[in-house]
């Protein structure tokens, strides 16, 4: 009878504070852990680094970072963060859902987010993004830019993941352009592909030579090095996650931006305001999880006609007029 | 026809570029391994090379400032190695390789305190690095051509000089050298330090030639693939320099094949195109190198008898 009453007691308390806290911020301790290819990437970690940024200036709250060297690093990073207490983590990148998983198992009351994965578990948000929706309108940028009819595609690590980036990409580049052709380069198979920008060079400079105007990088680090040679050959780049159009003005048509910022931003707010829900989030346009950039840098490529075009496929994707197939639906990219 | 012409010249423009660090590296581990001390080291001579001529390139704008700086750095590492295997008699292959793994740690260390980069140094921009002379689609900065002429110098320097004689007794019986008066030390020291200045500017090629600034790791084992040159061709320089070729024509055509179908073939997967420079490697060494002819005190630390 006595034990009923005290838990009784203790539920009724419990709801109380649940209820109390909502309306009101709790104190959070969040970290980020972050992929192979650092925090400087200029795209992908990049991105996240500065949604963390903006949670830290606005809140006045510390975010502990963690930049692994290598992928066998990722398990040991989240679970230090667990039990030192930060939460929530923030594990970015898809190589790191593995870890994540085991991890988070261990630590059951602790929050985590993985971005560009899906972990299923209650006590993890798994926020991914319909790539395939940016790459497709970047597609019509670059079908509409290129004065050749070849367009490249420079992939990071040949995993499907990239290849629904291409696989949209195609797609669009078919939709302004149906007699375009698109060459598809991978820049290698291991995590070291993602920050290897020489060999991106070199990938880059071959599609170069085999007629190629526009190249679209959707490979990291590795990504600098792609720009890099396209500004060396006078051609035109176009970015990805981050907007990387002050890169090389001039020389980048756009960028497909991946608002992996928003993603940790939200993730950190939700928190702070006792509002973080564990599930799956999937940020496409609609959700304006994914989009194109223009900026002072390109506006000078970025013709009436295109923004026309381009701004028009949009709506009709939002719309659903245009469905736009995921690679990784069926590991294929015909539908 | 016009198209296939200028995708043949595309892609032997692309084989020097690539090739162009792995002849700097190759020539420059035969002046080591001609004197008797094996440079497994010569990756991390490069890496750190290749952080120092971007760090200093990117502080003072200049890229001469740069291939100086990429120079003394390898030199340090190349007296350190030096230092441990001639004036110590230590073991080569455990000095190179902690040479390898301090150059791993450092330019990342370094290059984080620095730039707060990630190991990444600011990416540079005309006069920080070495522009092209006559073709700028080519890519032909000055260290390709340095690359060229290093390998006639290292032809002249070993088969016709007084030196390149002593050089190679030095790596072959060091006690004849040693009995005819002349120091065995510094002769290595020399063939050491020889090395370290090639080693230096394979560096500065990948950074500030090559590519527009340090990233981490960036070397890539190619100072492996150079030292797997000097085996193939059997320690003389031509030879070795023709391995280095073929080494970038296999890693151009790779790139190339890339996603083309071939008639009759079709689409070669990614990973058997990426395979093919270390299947050469197999391939060679088992079936045409033989036994392969090393410098017989190669890996021996000399002991004066007193």
């Known amino acids: 009878m006595k034990r009923w009453v005290g838990s009784l007691i203790s539920v009724?308390?419990?709801?109380?504070?649940?209820?109390?806290?909502?309306?009101?911020?709790?104190?959070?301790?969040?970290?980020?852990?972050?992929?192979?290819?650092?925090?400087?990437?200029?795209?992908?970690?990049?991105?996240?680094?500065?949604?963390?940024?903006?949670?830290?200036?606005?809140?006045?709250?510390?975010?502990?970072?963690?930049?692994p060297s290598n992928e066998t690093q990722f398990e040991?990073?989240?679970?230090?963060?667990?039990?030192?207490?930060?939460?929530?983590?923030?594990?970015?990148?898809?190589?790191?859902?593995?870890?994540?998983?085991?991890v988070a198992r261990e630590f059951p009351n602790i929050h985590f987010t993985v971005i560009d994965s899906v972990v299923d578990l209650p006590n993890v948000q798994s926020v991914v993004f319909k790539e395939q929706e940016g790459s497709f309108l970047v597609g019509v940028l670059a079908a509409m830019a290129s004065k050749t009819g070849k367009i490249g595609f420079v992939g990071g690590m040949d995993i499907p993941l990239v290849r629904r980036f291409q696989c949209g990409f195609e797609q669009g580049i078919k939709y302004a352009s149906p007699s375009a052709e698109l060459i598809t380069n991978m820049t290698g198979t291991t995590p070291a592909a993602w920050n290897d920008p020489g060999r991106g060079a070199e990938l880059a400079k071959g599609?170069?030579?085999?007629?190629?105007?526009?190249?679209?990088?959707?490979?990291?680090?590795?990504?600098?090095?792609?720009?890099?040679?396209?500004?060396?050959?006078?051609?035109?780049?176009?970015?990805?996650?981050?907007?990387?159009?002050?890169?090389?003005?001039?020389?980048?048509?756009?960028?497909?931006?991946?608002?992996?910022?928003?993603?940790?931003?939200?993730?950190?707010?939700?928190?702070?305001?006792?509002?973080?829900?564990?599930?799956?989030?999937?940020?496409?346009?609609?959700?304006?999880?994914?989009?194109?950039?223009?900026?002072?840098?390109?506006?000078?490529?970025?013709?009436?006609?295109?923004?026309?075009?381009?701004?028009?496929?949009?709506?009709?994707?939002?719309?659903?007029?245009?469905?736009?197939?995921?690679?990784?639906?069926?590991?294929?990219?015909?539908? | 026809m016009e198209e296939t012409l200028t995708l043949v010249i595309a892609t032997l423009a692309a084989t020097l570029r690539v090739a162009t660090p792995l002849v700097l590296c190759a020539m420059g581990g035969l002046f080591s391994e001609k004197s008797g001390i094996i440079d497994v080291g010569l990756e991390g001579k490069m890496l750190m090379a290749a952080f120092f001529a971007a760090a200093t390139a990117s502080l003072t704008g200049s890229a001469w400032a740069g291939v100086g700086a990429a120079i003394l750095?390898?030199?340090?590492?190349?007296?350190?190695?030096?230092?441990?295997?001639?004036?110590?008699?230590?073991?080569?292959?455990?000095?190179?390789?902690?040479?390898?793994?301090?150059?791993?740690?450092?330019?990342?260390?370094?290059?984080?305190?620095?730039?707060?980069?990630?190991?990444?140094?600011?990416?540079?921009?005309?006069?920080?690095?070495?522009?092209?002379?006559?073709?700028?689609?080519?890519?032909?900065?000055?260290?390709?051509?340095?690359?060229?002429?290093?390998?006639?110098?290292?032809?002249?320097?070993?088969?016709?000089?007084?030196?390149?004689?002593?050089?190679?007794?030095?790596?072959?019986?060091?006690?004849?050298?040693?009995?005819?008066?002349?120091?065995?030390?510094?002769?290595?020291?020399r063939a050491v330090l020889l090395c370290g200045l090639f080693a230096g500017l394979a560096g500065a090629y990948l950074s500030i030639a090559q590519n527009a600034g340090f990233s981490r790791d960036m070397t890539a084992?190619?100072?492996?693939?150079?030292?797997?040159?000097?085996?193939?061709?059997?320690?003389?320089?031509?030879?070795?320099?023709g391995?280095?070729?073929?080494?970038?024509?296999?890693?151009?055509?790779?790139?190339?094949?890339?996603g083309v179908k071939l008639p009759g073939i079709g689409e070669v997967p990614v990973q058997l195109i990426q395979a093919l420079p270390y299947l050469l490697t197999l391939f060679l060494l088992a079936g045409f190198i033989g036994r392969t002819v090393a410098p017989k005190a190669a890996g021996v630390p000399y002991e004066k008898e007193h």
């Open chain 1, 12 to 67: 009724l308390a419990a709801v109380g504070l649940g209820t109390l806290a909502q309306a009101q911020t709790v104190a959070i301790k969040p970290a980020v852990v972050f992929s192979t290819g650092g925090k400087f990437d200029k795209s992908f970690n990049e991105g996240v680094s500065q949604g963390a940024e903006r949670f830290k200036k606005e809140t006045n709250i510390a975010v502990a970072e963690f930049e």
């Open chain 1, 76 to 102: 040991q990073a989240l679970r230090r963060f667990a039990q030192r207490g930060q939460d929530p983590i923030i594990a970015v990148g898809f190589a790191q859902a593995v870890a994540l998983a085991k």
């Open chain 1, 207 to 335: 599609q170069f030579d085999r007629g190629v105007d526009v190249v679209y990088a959707a490979a990291g680090s590795t990504g600098l090095g792609i720009l890099q040679a396209t500004k060396d050959r006078g051609k035109l780049g176009i970015g990805v996650d981050s907007n990387q159009n002050h890169l090389h003005p001039g020389n980048m048509l756009t960028s497909m931006l991946k608002r992996v910022d928003l993603a940790a931003y939200n993730s950190f707010k939700a928190a702070r305001s006792n509002e973080w829900k564990g599930g799956v989030q999937v940020l496409g346009l609609k959700e304006g999880g994914v989009d194109w950039a223009l900026d002072k840098d390109n506006e000078k490529l970025i013709t009436p006609q295109m923004k026309a075009a381009v701004e028009a496929a949009k709506a009709a994707i939002i719309s659903g007029q245009i469905v736009v197939h995921d690679y990784m639906s069926n590991n294929s990219c015909k539908s």
């Open chain 2, 73 to 189: 750095a390898a030199e340090v590492l190349a007296l350190l190695h030096g230092f441990a295997c001639i004036t110590h008699r230590g073991n080569q292959v455990v000095s190179g390789i902690a040479i390898n793994i301090l150059a791993m740690g450092l330019t990342v260390v370094l290059g984080a305190a620095w730039f707060g980069r990630g190991g990444q140094t600011p990416p540079l921009a005309g006069t920080e690095r070495l522009n092209p002379i006559f073709f700028p689609v080519a890519g032909d900065n000055i260290l390709v051509y340095v690359a060229l002429l290093s390998v006639p110098f290292a032809w002249w320097v070993i088969d016709r000089t007084r030196f390149g004689l002593r050089l190679r007794a030095v790596g072959e019986v060091p006690l004849a050298v040693d009995a005819a008066g002349i120091s065995v030390s510094w002769l290595r020291y």
């Open chain 2, 221 to 241: 084992g190619q100072g492996f693939i150079a030292l797997a040159a000097i085996i193939f061709g059997r320690w003389r320089p031509v030879p070795a320099f």
């Open chain 2, 243 to 258: 391995a280095c070729l073929a080494f970038g024509l296999l890693d151009a055509t790779a790139i190339r094949l890339q």
